[in-house]
């Protein structure tokens, strides 16, 4: 058990470039109370304890801003950074190593029931404010772009943007023609083209008739 907690901090330690020290990091660190509270909620909840589980959840988010349903399962170095705004449903699995921001939603979509929430892989980051909702699996080394609302199953080593989030990035390799913000078609732009190109066409058509005129006219 202390080895676990001893990893966590060390997790921080790992992803956070302002963690100071240990202590700074026990007593400031709420995501780090998040976890540990689960982790207590989470004991209590796999032996049926569902109501005092619940209590010290709703405690901890009280104080951290973090909620975790105490049903959620959570693999080692979990690492919530700022927290405030996150959410992890109640059947929702997450790997090992996965850094999440504030803001983070792993939720259902409410259409479903059952397993309803996202499995996260192992050394997953998901960016601040980002919802991943549905019960798919986000595969393992993934990156999840802040803001992007992710509702499909994303493959390992992928990184995914956007709304709904798309895989703009597969082992390391750029996925061409996703993301291509400087070639999209501007529907404006297009119709003034067009436009451009029949006035051309119409001038040059009088033009043609009024030398037609002026011939006809010189020859009667
Ligand atoms: C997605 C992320 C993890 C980067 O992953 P990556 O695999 O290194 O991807 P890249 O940086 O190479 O970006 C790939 C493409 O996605 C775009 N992109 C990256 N993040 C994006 C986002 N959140 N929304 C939309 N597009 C994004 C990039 O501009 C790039 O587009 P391009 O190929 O047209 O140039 C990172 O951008 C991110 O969002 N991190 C979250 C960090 C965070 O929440 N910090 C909060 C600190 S308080």
């Known amino acids: ?27 400031t ?14 004991a209590l909840y796999k032996r049926r304890f569902f109501s005092l589980a619940r209590f010290i959840s709703q405690a901890s988010r009280f104080m ?3 909620e975790i349903h105490p049903g959620a399962t959570i693999g080692q170095r979990f690492f919530i950074d700022h ?32 397993k309803r929430h996202p499995t996260i892989g192992n050394n997953v980051v998901i960016g601040s404010g980002a919802k991943v909702l549905g019960s798919f699996k986000v595969g393992d080394n993934s990156n999840i772009g802040a803001n992007s609302v992710v509702v499909r199953e994303v ?19 750029r996925v061409t023609g996703r993301l291509d913000h400087s070639h999209l078609p501007d529907p404006v732009i297009e119709m003034f083209r067009t436009m451009h190109q029949e006035i051309n066409e119409l001038k040059s058509e009088i033009a043609a008739l009024r030398q037609k005129n002026q011939d006809g006219g010189k020859g009667a």
Request: aromatic share 6%; net charge neutral.
């Open 29 to 42: 660190y709420s995501g780090l109370h998040a976890i540990w509270a689960h982790r207590v909620a989470h």
């Open 155 to 173: 493959p390992p080593n992928s990184t995914v943007v956007g709304i709904p989030g798309k895989i703009v990035k597969s082992n390391g390799k």
């Open 64 to 66: 951290t801003g973090i």
């Open 83 to 114: 927290g405030m705004g996150v959410v992890i449903g109640e059947t929702c699995e997450i790997g090992d190593d996965v850094v999440v921001y504030q803001g983070v939603t792993l939720g259902g979509t409410g259409k479903e029931k059952g």
């Open 1 to 27: 058990m202390f080895r676990s907690l001893r990893s966590d901090i060390q997790a921080i330690y790992e992803n956070d470039p302002a963690a100071r020290s240990t202590a700074e990091i026990i007593f």
